[in-house]
């Protein structure tokens, strides 16, 4: 079993910045590939980003590419830069058992792991 735990989020002004944290507890992450989802009140869960198990390759959202920033040492990072309003969600971290070390997925039934969520908040 792995426990995820984010952290990080908050409120902010569009065009800021905020970095969230994935960390497991009492475990280390490196076995997994790891991917960041979100969910807006009221609409579906949605894949924003995800790294590969040595974080070699990474995918993003379209909306996101090139604002968002995926990345792993110990804890599993998401740099979110120039923030809009429609990023307001709560953003999730998920864990899985990749078959390589190369491998990403957007899908959120490839992940066996998730934490609680921690909110972000983007004000016009």
């Known amino acids: 079993q792995v426990q995820l735990v984010e952290s990080g989020g908050g409120l902010v002004q569009a065009g800021g910045s905020l970095r969230l944290s994935c960390a497991a507890s009492?475990?280390?992450?490196?076995?997994?590939?790891m991917g960041w989802f979100r969910q807006a009140s009221g609409k579906e869960r949605e894949f924003v980003a995800a790294?590969?198990?040595?974080?070699g390759f990474t995918y993003y959202k379209d909306s996101v590419k090139g604002r968002f920033t995926i990345s792993r040492e110990n804890a599993v990072y998401l740099q979110m830069n120039s923030l809009k309003p429609e990023d307001t969600a709560v953003y999730y971290c998920?864990?899985?058992?990749?078959?390589?070390?190369?491998?990403?997925?957007?899908?959120?039934?490839?992940?066996?792991?998730w934490g609680q969520g921690t909110q972000v908040t983007v004000s016009s």
């Open positions: 009492g475990r280390t992450l490196s076995s997994y590939a």
């Open positions: 998920a864990a899985r058992l990749p078959r390589n070390d190369f491998g990403t997925s957007e899908r959120t039934s490839d992940y066996a792991y």
């Open positions: 790294i590969s198990r040595r974080g």
